[in-house]
């Protein structure tokens, strides 16, 4: 999968945005594909850079200790790379959030982005600051969520 996640990853979002509009129309599917489109390179390089470096060591003792394959994918992968793969999806939905207010803001979408974009176009510069520090407060309320689920799904985190 790797040089078809490069390709999506060396894409601006914003470039094939256009063409999933008039693919899927105007509603919510082209959005929703290009948030997944956005955030799915990183999720993907994070997780399976975190494969690979899981201990062989330690999966050949929880096989020798009995463990069945799927016993050894959940004690002894998942846990060791859960914490990047969360890693991952912090990266991913700060990106996922940019693209989209991006979007709105070049295609008049609805949203924060557009009201900048509106506001912009009259000269109102403190509607503009406003979306601006907006966008920066929905950032920090985004990531301080993902921060909150990493603490909650890998509460080991802070061991390793």
């Known amino acids: 999968l790797e040089p078809g996640v490069t390709f999506i990853r060396a894409l601006p979002p914003l470039a094939y945005f256009s063409l999933l509009v008039i693919w899927f129309g105007i509603d919510e599917t082209p959005k929703v594909i290009l948030l997944v489109l956005a955030a799915l390179p990183p999720i993907v390089l994070a997780t399976s850079d975190a494969v690979r470096s899981v201990s062989h060591d330690r999966l050949l ?15 002894g992968v998942l846990p060791s790379v859960l914490p990047e793969i969360m890693t991952g999806i912090r990266v991913a939905v700060l990106f996922a959030f940019t693209t989209m207010v991006a979007a709105e803001t070049i295609n008049g979408l609805p949203g924060i982005g557009g009201l900048v974009r509106d506001a912009q176009r009259f000269n109102q510069t403190d509607i503009v600051m406003m979306g601006i520090i907006l966008i920066g407060i929905c950032g920090i309320a985004l990531d301080l969520l993902v921060q909150l689920l990493d603490r909650l799904l890998v509460p080991w985190r802070a061991e390793l």
């Open 61 to 75: 003792a929880l096989r020798t200790l009995g463990a069945s394959r799927m016993q050894v994918v959940r004690h």
